[in-house]
């Protein structure tokens, strides 16, 4: 059979693109194969491996949660104006410097209420004190929602939802995006659709790497709004 030949010049950009790719190594090459990943969803998983391990947005982060940690979060509430308000407020002793003390100021506070956006801290403060109420969701486990009212919050799932809503490693998200994310997060028996979850998770990567690559750190700091 006869061999069929590319043009000249689609072998030539076949060729650089390959050796484009070949060139990338280290964090790089990291960042290339996250964004690839991030660019077409991962199929809707069954939520059976309760067990499963999850890691933060800065995925060297110690905090680890389970899948059905997760589920113990998303489970309590189905709009972010359930835990939005907070009346906890942290003093910050170096303004210039982003750590959990400034993100948690009354001054952070009240710019979240005016911009409606809503805050990771007020999801650390009060996700506990709702009551888990989503019985499909633990059904999906073998579980009732007792069962999960019984069980400790995980603070490692906390971030790791957060991360996944914000698509980043951001404090702040606007509050109807994140009530939008929320409902992907769920498939339509009302299980955990992990697919979705981890797609969240390796955006929320991608940017840190990206941050990391041209910044010199992993910190993106700030809201999304899109």
């Known amino acids: 059979a006869r061999r ?7 072998r030539r950009l076949r060729r650089r693109g390959s050796a ?23 199929p809707i998983l069954s939520a059976a491996n309760a067990e499963k391990m999850y890691r933060r947005a800065e995925f060297w982060d110690p905090d680890t949660c389970t899948l059905l940690d997760i589920a113990n979060v998303l489970g309590r509430w ?16 170096a303004k210039r410097k982003e750590d959990m003390a400034l993100g948690a100021t009354k001054g952070r506070y009240d710019m979240a209420q005016r911009m409606g956006v809503v805050e990771r801290v007020a999801l650390q403060q009060n996700v506990a004190k709702l009551p888990f109420t ?12 007792d069962d999960f009212n019984a069980m400790p919050l995980s603070s490692g799932a906390i971030n790791v939802v957060f991360d996944a809503l914000s698509e980043s490693k951001s404090g702040l998200l606007d509050l109807e995006v994140c009530d939008r994310r929320r ?7 009302g299980a955990l659709d992990e697919g979705a979850i981890a797609a969240g998770l390796y955006k ?12 010199g750190k992993g910190r993106i ?5 899109f």
């Open 4 to 10: 069929l030949r590319l043009p000249r010049t689609n």
């Open 20 to 42: 484009g790719i070949g060139m990338l190594t280290g964090p790089a090459l990291l960042l290339h194969s996250t964004l690839l990943i991030g660019r077409a969803r991962p």
């Open 78 to 93: 189905e709009s972010a104006s359930e835990w939005r308000e907070r009346t906890e407020f942290a003093v910050a002793k």
């Open 134 to 145: 989503n019985a499909q969701l633990a059904a999906s486990f073998g579980m009732s929602t």
């Open 183 to 189: 409902r992907l997060f769920f498939t339509p028996d």
């Open 204 to 215: 929320s990567r991608a940017l840190v790497l990206f941050s990391w690559l041209f910044y």
């Open 221 to 225: 700091y700030g809201f999304a709004v």
